[in-house]
């Protein structure tokens, strides 16, 4: 099931172009909302595992489901089904008030929060049954700190960049321990990545070497660090 929700930079591109959607909308609305998801899972205690399974929800359900389902409701909806899945159940009300607490006025407002909560538990059941009751989630956190292996000075910097990563597309492209190792190599930067690169790889079990490289250099880019 984890395998099918990678479809690579190409197949992502060609998504979007069967559905007729700006990539630069699709890629701003992630980078837009992935904060806000973020900030509301620490107001709610959820780990930082339970945390990316949050926004990695959030991605896929930009992919599976209408078009026209916005935010904050799409958001939420990825929050409450993180929190069910990795045992940090939050009410919706209390989801909801957080998000109305980290969000401009003109965003959101009580009436509109009521609203949400109604719309997220008739969705619930179509996203999940479009996600496919998945509800084992991998994220790149794990691959990341044990590519990281004796280096734990570099961790906390590092989460930070994963946290931005978090926000891109990018778990819809690669698999989660490219993204982890990907993350670590930004992580040591240009000028020492190449003297940890075989530890890297060793340390996160990467067994193709060009797809990480691939990874890297496409988070390169669009992480600006």
């Keep these: 099931m984890e395998a099918s929700w990678v479809f690579g930079r190409e197949g992502l591109?060609?998504?979007?172009?069967?559905?007729?959607i700006d990539e630069k909308k699709d890629h701003d609305r992630r980078?837009?909302?992935?904060?806000?998801?973020?900030?509301?899972?620490?107001?709610?205690?959820f780990s930082r595992?339970?945390?990316?399974?949050?926004c990695m929800y959030y991605h896929r359900l930009l992919v599976c489901m209408p078009t026209n389902t916005g935010d904050p409701l799409l958001a939420i909806l990825a929050i409450f089904i993180a929190g069910k899945a990795e045992e940090h159940y939050r009410?919706?009300?209390d989801i909801c008030k957080a998000?109305?607490?980290?969000?401009?006025?003109?965003?959101t407002n009580t009436n509109d929060t009521i609203?949400?909560?109604?719309?997220?538990?008739?969705?619930?059941?179509?996203?999940?049954?479009r996600l496919g009751f998945?509800?084992?989630?991998?994220?790149?956190?794990?691959?990341?700190?044990?590519?990281?292996?004796?280096?734990?000075?570099?961790?906390?910097?590092?989460?930070?960049i994963?946290?931005?990563?978090?926000?891109?597309?990018?778990?819809?492209?690669?698999?989660?321990?490219?993204?982890?190792?990907?993350?670590?190599?930004?992580?040591?930067?240009?000028?020492?990545?190449?003297?940890?690169?075989?530890?890297?790889?060793?340390s996160a079990k990467i067994n193709d070497k060009q797809s990480l490289l691939d990874c890297y250099e496409y988070l390169k880019r669009i992480i600006i660090l």
């Design 115 to 129: 609203v949400t909560r109604e719309k997220v538990l008739s969705l619930e059941y179509t996203a999940m049954a």
């Design 91 to 93: 009410r919706i009300d």
């Design 49 to 54: 595992h339970a945390s990316y399974v949050a």
């Design 13 to 20: 591109c060609d998504y979007f172009k069967q559905q007729g």
């Design 162 to 202: 994963l946290d931005r990563v978090m926000a891109t597309p990018c778990t819809l492209m690669y698999n989660q321990r490219e993204i982890g190792a990907a993350c670590a190599m930004l992580a040591f930067g240009p000028a020492s990545v190449d003297d940890h690169f075989d530890q890297l790889v060793a």
């Design 31 to 45: 980078i837009n909302t992935i904060p806000k998801i973020l900030q509301v899972c620490k107001e709610a205690s």
């Design 99 to 107: 998000w109305v607490l980290i969000s401009p006025q003109s965003d």
């Design 134 to 160: 998945h509800f084992s989630m991998d994220t790149p956190l794990k691959h990341f700190i044990r590519a990281m292996a004796g280096c734990d000075d570099m961790i906390e910097p590092g989460l930070k």
